[in-house]
T-cell receptor, first 115, second 116 residues
Framework: AQSVTQPDIHITVSEGASLELRCNYS??????LFWYVQSPGQGLQLLLK??????LVQGIKGFEAEFKRSQSSFNLRKPSVHWSDAAEYFC?????????????FGKGTTLSVSS | DAEITQSPRHKITETGRQVTLACHQT?????MFWYRQDLGHGLRLIHY???????NKGEVSDGYSVSRSNTEDLPLTLESAASSQTSVYFC???????????????FGEGSRLTVL
């Protein structure tokens, strides 16, 4: 069955420092992959998604992610973190290998930003 | 604008009572989903539907049921609420823009349920 692992439960970075959040998935074929962000007390917002093509995808708020099939990874990166990036981040993979199907989410990584 | 609406936003109930959480979307999309969010567990899929009269069990479906009688609504029912079902529940559907093959899973604002 498809699964998603986010190895880091909580990460703290300094404002202005670079960020990388890890995501590993278990899937037999090429998956649809997503990163969502949830600010405190808010709903979930899509940051970026990958299905095919260029393995480096750009998202909103200056985020990018790279799909590496050999490592079954889809890590999220940002070159310079802002205090407003403090939130919980979720990686997700599709359930059936088709667009528009149910997503399975990782347990999330909480990002804290120190000044 | 198209939207997805959940109600009630907050509910407190007692163990053993039946509870229904409503979800209504105006995206006119066939696919709808229910998730629960708990600290340390992220979002877990409860039930989902790919069209009218279609329902499927997700990762944590025990104690929950859904029905899909039209495109717009997917109510989630807890037949006999348990304290373990205290959680925040999110309904979701896909928003698809022309030319966007993947689409975006768009979430409602959530329903916070407390079972005492």
């Amino acid at each position: 069955a498809q699964s998603v692992t986010q190895p880091d439960i909580h990460i703290t970075v300094s404002e202005g420092a670079s960020l990388e959040l890890r995501c590993n998935y278990s899937y037999g074929a090429t998956p649809y992959l997503f990163w969502y962000v949830q600010s405190p007390g808010q709903g979930l917002q899509l940051l970026l998604k990958y299905f095919s093509g260029d393995t480096l995808v750009q998202g909103i708020k200056g985020f990018e992610a790279e799909f590496k099939r050999s490592q079954s990874s889809f890590n999220l990166r940002k070159p310079s973190v802002h205090w407003s990036d403090a939130a919980e981040y979720f990686c997700a993979v599709d359930l059936r290998g088709q667009a528009g199907t149910a997503l399975i989410f990782g347990k999330g990584t909480t990002l804290s930003v120190s000044s | 604008d198209a939207e997805i609406t959940q109600s009630p936003r907050h509910k407190i109930t007692e163990t053993g009572r039946q509870v229904t959480l409503a979800c209504h979307q105006t995206w006119n999309h066939n696919n709808m989903f229910w998730y629960r969010q708990d600290l340390g567990h992220g979002l877990r899929l409860i039930h989902y539907s790919y069209g009218v009269h279609d329902t499927n069990k997700g990762e944590v479906s025990d104690g929950y049921s859904v029905s899909r009688s039209n495109t717009e609504d997917l109510p989630l029912t807890l037949e006999s609420a348990a304290s373990s079902q205290t959680s925040v529940y999110f309904c979701a559907t896909y928003t698809g823009l022309a030319g966007d093959e993947v689409g975006e899973l768009f979430f409602g604002e959530g329903s916070r349920l407390t079972v005492l």
